[in-house]
């Protein structure tokens, strides 16, 4: 490891305990060598958001930062949701009216808990690659991906809740009520899997062992372990064909379109407000912002609970306070991932 790169972890690691230890962060009393280190773990009450009226041409630089750390990385390589190169998108015009809405938003919930722009941005990037028409598995939508039971709560407007959207305005309106179906399979779903807690224990291997050892009542106990899973099946299928649906109804009115046309965003305003962005960017701001109030200012806690859901972040005793990342694969992975999207964005905004 070259001396450069050894600073640069000395100061990951610095910053990271200082963050641990003291309210004094982001260049406040800090040692010199730690001023420009972008990486903080706890945010403390006092902490003052960067924006344009602290640094100079802060928005600019965020904007140039974030276009920087693509292009390095997806000059020649297809972009995540995109599946195109970064030269073929206009991420200039997207990055800059993302960053407009995050310095408003960073601004009106500052009462609640201050949050760095550079590390909402960094979570735009992993959830969309700031793709508006993104549409996930799970059904969430947009550059902040939300789905539609935490959307309504944030009174942002999804495709099938106005009774017109089921109108032959619509393209493949017939599947306007699979996501209600979608949704209520799922419980059914659940519901089962709880009421067979001893049968969703089984396992291939231990069916085979018993059938190996002729164990008494086998026959009886492989018939209803057997059933159980054609219903898991079953349910499976029929959540897969719901959300299939309920995903190509949205499709169908989205794909082609563009926000920055002011005739189709006056549409997707009208269809849904999550591929928009002022709506779901102060959102996700202000979920964030609860979420470090609740969790007195770890960032870590409230990107995971914003990513598996707050109470997944729930710690105890010591530690109860700050609350903890849950042992859920996919959010390791996602604050994995949130975290170096920072770290490179911020070290190009001061480079």
């Not at 026959?219 to 995903?247: F, H």
């Not at 046309?261 to 591929?275: A, H, I, T, Y």
């Not at 972040?313 to 530690?319: E, K, P, Q, R």
Request: proline share 4%.
């Amino acid at each position: 490891m070259d001396k450069t790169r050894r600073q640069v972890m000395k100061n990951f690691v610095s910053a990271a305990l200082l963050g641990l230890t003291g309210p004094n962060l982001y260049g406040r009393s800090l040692p010199v060598e730690l001023q420009d280190s972008p990486i903080n773990i706890i945010l403390p009450k006092d902490y003052t958001p960067p924006s344009d009226s602290t640094i100079n041409g802060y928005s600019f630089k965020l904007t140039r930062a974030t276009l920087d750390f693509l292009a390095d990385n997806f000059s020649r390589n297809r972009l995540p949701f995109w599946k195109t190169t970064f030269a073929k998108v206009d991420f200039e015009k997207r990055i800059s009216n993302i960053v407009h809405w995050i310095q408003l938003a960073v601004a009106e919930n500052r009462k609640i808990y201050p949050v760095d722009p550079a590390w909402i941005l960094a979570q735009i990037m992993h959830e969309s690659y700031f793709h508006e028409f993104c549409v996930s598995k799970s059904l969430a939508v947009g550059i902040c991906q939300f789905i539609q039971p935490t959307a309504r709560e944030y009174n942002i407007m999804c495709a099938g809740d106005l009774p017109e959207h089921a109108s032959n305005l619509y393209k493949k309106s017939q599947y306007i009520t699979k996501l209600d179906i979608y949704y209520e399979l799922r419980r059914e779903k659940r519901k089962l899997v709880r009421k067979n807690k001893a049968l969703e224990k089984i396992r291939l291997q231990e069916v085979m062992r018993d059938l190996e050892l002729q164990k008494p009542g086998l026959r009886e106990s492989a018939k209803a372990w057997n059933a159980y899973l054609m219903k898991k099946q079953d349910y499976d299928e029929r959540i897969r064909r719901a959300r299939d649906q309920y995903r190509e109804f949205v499709m169908a009115n989205i794909e082609g379109r563009d926000i920055f046309k002011q005739s189709d965003l006056k549409f997707l305003q009208g269809f849904d407000e999550r591929v928009t962005y002022k709506k779901p960017i102060f959102a996700m701001v202000k979920m964030l912002t609860k979420s470090l109030r609740v969790r007195n200012g770890n960032i870590i806690a409230a990107a995971a609970g914003y990513n598996a859901g707050l109470s997944t972040t729930i710690a105890n005793g010591l530690y109860k306070p700050f609350g903890k990342i849950p042992s859920f694969d996919e959010t390791v992975t996602y604050i994995s991932r949130v975290l170096i999207n920072h770290y490179e964005i911020s070290r190009r905004i001061f480079s």
